[in-house]
């Protein structure tokens, strides 16, 4: 979660402000090493309007965002783009007292791998990040669905790999990125419920699109999207680069040895979100057949280059 970018004055959270017409952004009092300033809540068009990623469980959050609209405006629809304890948990307070549904991909285990699923059924643990697991939509997405939202063509982009259930949302030629691509860090990818194999597959879906502006869940808009999806891209191939090296003197290797020789300048504090990292890309290094673990693939494995 290295930052990457020139750290900017956070703006105020509890404050709602008018990012271009028809998008506006207010702040969740919630700012942590890995929220940044806190969480952006998305209002989509003007009248009846859709929120997107209402936020973590706060009254305060909820109060600021019904305040912030314009006099007469009402919340019509509720869009989820992933079941973080930062993101959907406001989404039920919300619609209970909007009476909007709530639009989301599917529950905390929706679009999981066959391979996550199974270090799942092996004993394998979220790493902490705060999975909603109570978390239901009232009306299902699907990948690549078309609908109207705060008076807008919207569209659903199922983009796993940072959560299973994670999507990204297209409305006037600018994309509601979530987490799966931020301007201030590179994306955390966390097994078993992130998957950087499905990760690396939503990138190349973004990066063949043509658009605008992206508007990220934490941190500034990102208005060159087509250098920040490369910039990721490349990132995550130069993290694999690294880990392959290490592992071509044809020693097995254990997922906190390479850690510690990868991110050198991390602060101790983030060395487990490091730790989780490094797994990512040795699952997908192992479902790709390029290394083994032994004895088994899990947290504990010896991993050894084989191609």
């Not at 009306?139 to 807008?152: K, N, P």
């Not at 060159?224 to 044809?250: V, Y």
């Amino acid at each position: 979660m290295a930052h990457d970018h020139v750290l900017e004055d956070r703006p105020p959270a509890g404050v709602m402000s008018q990012l271009e017409p028809g998008i506006r952004r207010i702040i969740a009092p919630n700012p942590s090493p890995m929220t940044y300033w806190g969480t952006n809540t998305f209002v989509l068009g003007e009248g009846d309007v859709a929120v997107i990623d209402p936020g973590p469980a706060d009254k305060t959050h909820l109060r600021a965002l019904l305040d912030g609209l314009e006099r007469g405006e009402r919340i019509t629809q509720i869009l989820v783009t992933h079941s973080h304890l930062d993101h959907s948990p406001l989404a039920g307070p919300l619609s209970e007292v909007t009476g909007a549904k709530v639009h989301a991909f599917g529950d905390a285990v929706a679009g999981r791998s066959a391979v996550m699923t199974e270090l799942v059924a092996r004993g394998l643990a979220s790493g902490g990040e705060g999975v909603d697991a109570a978390f239901r939509p009232d009306i299902y997405l699907s990948d690549g669905e078309i609908f109207t939202a705060g008076g807008c063509q919207v569209e659903a982009i199922w983009t796993p790999g940072h959560f299973s259930n994670h999507l990204s949302f297209t409305a006037q030629d600018a994309v509601f990125t979530g987490d799966h691509v931020m301007g201030w860090a590179s994306s955390l990818v966390s097994p078993p419920d992130g998957d950087l194999t499905a990760f690396m597959s939503s990138c190349q879906k973004l990066a063949q699109r043509r658009d605008r502006i992206y508007y990220p869940a934490h941190g500034a808009a990102i208005d060159t999207p087509a250098a920040r999806i490369a910039w990721l891209i490349g990132h995550r191939k130069s993290r694999e680069a690294n880990i392959l090296d290490l592992l071509s003197d044809g020693r097995p290797a254990t997922i906190p040895t390479l850690t510690k020789a990868i991110y050198t300048e991390t602060p101790k504090a983030l060395i487990p979100a490091a730790e989780r990292n490094v797994f990512a890309h040795l699952i997908d290094l192992a479902t790709r057949e390029i290394v083994a673990a032994r004895p088994q693939l899990d947290t504990r494995a010896e991993f050894l280059r084989i191609a």
